[in-house]
C-alpha cells in the first residue's frame, strides 16, 4: 500500500522569507502524480502544485515550487516570498496515474507566516 | 468556474441515526470520491465511484455506508446508523478523467 509521511508537524517562517516542507512517500508503481493541497481554516483544501512521476522537470507555479526526488521518494514544497496569507495547513498527496487514483495524504505541517 | 458543491455545510445528528450527505459534482465529470477528515487529522479516503458503481473502497468504509448517483446529478454518501466516531468533515471530490481531483468545501457531520 502507498503511503505518504510528512515528517514536520509545525513549521513557520518570517512573511518574504522561503520555507520547504517536506514529503516523502512509498510505492511499487512507477508512474503516478503527486500533489501538494493548501487547506486554510475554512477547510477548503486547495489545490497548490502537482508533478507528474513521468516528469523529471520539477514543477513550479508562481512562488511554489518543488523539490522532486524519484528515486529517494522526496517531494518538498518550497514557498519564497511567503506572504501572511499562505498561513495553512499543507497536505502532501500521492496517487496513481490510472484505476480510481484515490488521493492518499500525509499528516499534514501547520505553516505560520510570521509578519 | 465550474465546482463542487456540498449539502448541508453542518450537520448534527443522535447517534444512531441514518444522515444522507449530498454532492453536486462538476456537470462533465466521471469519477466521485468521498474523503473524511476527522479534526486535527489527516483526509483519509473512504470510496471511489465509477460509472454507477464502486471503483475502490478503504477499510473504514463498511457496511453502515454507502454511496449512489441517485438522479444522474447528486452524488450521496449515507451513514445508516451514526455513531460517535463518525464525527468528521467529509469532503466530495470529482476528477474529469486527468489528474486534478477538485474538492467540494465538505459538510462538518457532528454525532453527539
Known amino acids: 500500500a502507498q503511503t505518504v509521511t510528512q515528517s514536520q508537524p509545525e513549521m513557520s517562517v518570517q512573511e518574504a522569507e522561503t520555507v520547504t516542507l517536506s514529503c516523502t512517500y512509498d510505492?511499487?508503481?512507477?508512474?503516478?502524480?503527486l500533489f501538494w493541497y493548501k487547506q486554510p481554516p475554512s477547510r477548503q483544501m486547495i489545490l497548490v502544485i502537482r508533478q507528474e512521476a513521468y516528469k523529471q522537470q520539477n514543477a513550479t507555479e508562481n512562488r511554489f515550487s518543488v523539490n522532486f526526488q524519484k528515486a529517494a521518494k522526496s517531494f518538498s514544497l518550497k514557498i519564497s516570498d511567503s506572504q501572511l496569507g499562505d498561513a495553512a495547513m499543507y497536505f502532501c498527496?500521492?496517487?496513481?496515474?490510472?484505476?480510481?487514483?484515490?488521493?492518499?495524504f500525509g499528516q499534514g505541517t501547520r505553516l505560520t507566516i510570521n509578519p | 468556474e465550474p465546482e463542487v458543491t456540498q449539502t448541508p455545510s453542518h450537520q448534527v445528528t443522535q447517534m444512531g441515526q441514518e444522515v444522507i450527505l449530498r454532492c453536486v459534482p462538476i456537470s462533465n465529470h466521471l469519477y466521485f470520491y468521498w474523503y473524511r477528515q476527522i479534526l486535527g487529522q489527516k483526509v483519509e479516503f473512504l470510496v471511489s465511484f465509477y460509472n454507477n458503481e464502486i471503483s475502490e473502497k478503504s477499510e473504514i468504509f463498511d457496511d453502515q455506508f454507502s454511496v449512489e448517483r441517485p438522479d444522474g446529478s447528486n452524488f450521496t454518501l449515507k451513514i445508516r446508523s451514526t455513531k460517535l466516531e463518525d464525527s468528521a468533515m467529509y469532503f466530495c471530490?470529482?476528477?474529469?478523467?486527468?489528474?486534478?481531483?477538485?474538492f467540494g468545501p465538505g459538510t462538518r457531520l457532528t454525532v453527539t
Open positions: 471530490a470529482t476528477l474529469a478523467g486527468g489528474y486534478e481531483q477538485y
Open positions: 510505492t511499487s508503481e512507477s508512474d503516478y502524480y
Open positions: 498527496a500521492y496517487s496513481t496515474r490510472g484505476g480510481a487514483q484515490k488521493l492518499v
